[in-house]
């Protein structure tokens, strides 16, 4: 293999810039195919906790993502009727946990905006649809849907859960639908009538309640003027009627799941002009990472439910891994590099897969050390580190 090899990273999202970034920091030949025509600015909020803003540094966007978003004061977990704190985690100030980085609320699209910049413009393709890969003896070929190929030496899928590139190395298998939907928003502060307490706060239903009909409504400020508002529920929904896509969601259908729950959440439910419902899906763990010249990182691996607000964490940290394990072995062992990416990683993961899943994060007295307080600039490779208890 040459000495700089060709990389393909197939999609643009939150796990292949990062990749691209760390790689193109090393001199590495790098490409970027992206399935969409251009960007847009996607409307959804995203958690930026310390383990993810240690990585912002790294790539150099750290005090510019602080300049957009806001660091919330602590994140507020409160019951559903009373408006009893039932644990509030302090993540700013004397009182605050030291993570060597902060933790940030934001507009997804103005991460992504943001993240973009640390490549050059020429190193994404639009519009390339994959469709296939051939193995060949020192390369991998790329075919397109608009009739391109490309050829490169290396090819990481970082194309989310409905990644073209796990179908092919595993085999066509559609997501599981968790049976629960979240309703999203996003909207301006000033149309809600009555105070917002909290920079972040998550409403819970009743622990009593069985755990297919937990539901949860989260309520965060994107911007460091606590201008916008973002809401994202989770809730049961037997009836979805198929496919991976978004529907409008019905405001008073929405209100009504909620209905009981304290006013401080209805008068921000009320307030809400609009709002879309999203089918939450994940998968089950995959019998391999790799194949060949070929490595999956982030949701085209290990898909999420929300309910950490880690999945563009995992991405990110998938990513620095996956480089370092490169940069350890060099290019000529890629079986090598994989597996050790694979070992650093699933651990960890799968953890946070289950937490996930489990959705009782925060919701009562919590030490987030194991999710905060990892580094994946500086974890040692192959060390199953930064899981639960561990």
Known sequence: MAKSPRIAIIGAGLGGIPAAAMLQAREQNVTIYEQAPEFTRLGAGINLGPNIMKIMREIGIEEKLRHIGIEPESWASREWNTGKMQFEFVMKGALGRDYGAPYLTIHRGDFHAVLVETIPPETIQFGKRLIGMDEKETFVELSFDDGTKAEAEVVIGADGINSMVRDILLGPEEPTYTGFVAHRSIFPRALIKAPVLHDFTKWWSDDSHEADDDRHMIVYY?????????????????????????????????????????????????????????????????????????????????????????????????????????????????????????????????????????????????????????????????????????
């Open 222 to 390: 994107l911007d460091r003027s606590r201008e916008e508002i973002y809401i994202v529920s989770g809730v049961p929904d037997h009836n979805w009627p198929g496919g991976t896509s978004y529907v409008e969601a019905d405001l008073d259908e929405m209100i009504s799941v909620f209905d009981g729950f304290h006013d401080d959440l209805m008068q921000v439910l009320y307030a809400c002009p609009s709002a879309t419902k999203w089918p939450l899906f994940d998968r089950k763990p995959l019998p391999l990472w790799s194949e060949g010249r070929v490595v999956l990182l982030g949701d085209a691996c290990h898909p999420m439910k929300p309910h950490l607000g880690q999945g563009a964490a995992m991405a990110a940290e998938d990513a620095v891994i996956l480089v370092r394990c490169l940069e350890h072995y060099g290019y000529e062992d890629l079986t090598s590099a994989f597996a050790l990416y694979e070992t650093s990683r699933k651990a960890r993961t799968s953890d946070v897969q289950v937490h996930s899943y489990n959705n009782q994060w925060m919701r009562h007295e919590t030490n987030p050390d194991w999710v905060f307080g990892y580094d994946a600039i500086n974890q040692e490779l192959g060390i199953e580190a930064g899981v639960a208890g561990g």
